[in-house]
């Protein structure tokens, strides 16, 4: 059986690939947790000095696992699993943030709601130009909470409101125009030119490398830390609503939602 989570080092790159893609590469518990275990295992691998995340077939990541998502709310202890996978995804972003060498997000093809988030909590990203980009979460009934600090953070606050709350999907362009996709390229080009990026970080010494990260998303980003833990609360709170019991059961039965 296929690993859901792929680790390959080639050079001074490793290469952590998303291996669902069955289902789009969607964020089940399972593969939040291998994906965060894969990184702490590359953190004592003084060979690499950078890690490319990529996702297997045509959807880099579709965001978390619907299916999963549903069998919650119909658990009696729905507002604790809530809480729990809130928590689950929370702590691989800040592993991602505080990681100390640079990760570099390999899109090919929609990067959307968590799987969006994913290549946020990377320090930069290249993308193939089918990579789209955005949070569809308010039309599921739902609240990107946890990423929406990172989003603004990254791009800027009314440009994070446009996004967050259009629920607009751009496309690769748009993204790259916001400052979410540093390079677009040909698809088949975006894995050699992250390994190329690795190479050239690679001629930094590796403790500049770390201080500047920690610079960057630790002192700089010190507010938008603290600010993740509150918009995990508010993710997890929205998925308890009427709304999202609305929102998921029209998705997943490719519908129109109803709200009142």
């Known amino acids: ?23 789009r590469n969607a964020l089940s518990r399972e593969l939040l947790k291998e994906l965060h275990q894969a990184l702490d295992d590359l953190h004592q691998e003084r060979k ?31 507002q604790e699993q809530w809480r729990a996978d809130a928590v689950l995804y929370y702590d691989l972003v800040e592993a991602m943030l505080r ?20 290549v946020m909590a990377c320090d930069f990203a290249v993308a193939g130009r089918r990579a789209s980009f955005g949070f569809p979460e ?14 603004a953070f990254r791009i800027g606050a009314a440009r994070a409101a446009y996004l967050l709350l259009t629920a607009q999907v751009i496309e ?22 992250a390994h190329q990026l690795v190479g050239e970080v690679a001629k930094g010494a590796p ?14 980003g010190e507010q938008m830390l603290s600010q993740l ?15 999202a019991a609305e929102g998921l059961s029209a998705f997943l039965e490719k519908r129109d939602p109803e709200w009142w």
């Open 1 to 23: 059986m296929e690993p859901i989570v792929k680790i390959q080092v080639h050079e001074h790159t490793a290469t952590v690939t998303l291996n669902r893609p069955e289902r």
């Open 48 to 78: 690499v000095r950078g890690v490319v995340l990529a996702g297997s077939g045509s959807v880099f990541c579709a965001g978390m696992d619907l299916s999963e998502m549903r069998a919650a709310a119909e658990q009696d202890d729905s």
């Open 99 to 118: 990681f100390p060498k640079p990760l570099i997000a390999a899109v090919g093809g929609p990067a959307v709601a968590g799987g969006a988030g994913l």
């Open 138 to 151: 308010p039309r599921r009934g739902i609240v990107a909470g946890l990423v929406a600090p990172l989003l």
């Open 172 to 193: 690769a362009e748009q993204a790259q125009q916001y400052g979410l996709y540093q390079e677009v390229l040909d698809d088949e080009l975006i894995w050699a030119r």
């Open 207 to 220: 403790q500049a490398i770390q201080m500047t990260k920690r610079l960057l998303n630790e002192t700089i």
């Open 229 to 243: 833990a509150a918009g995990a609360a508010v993710s997890a709170a929205s998925r308890t609503t009427e709304a």
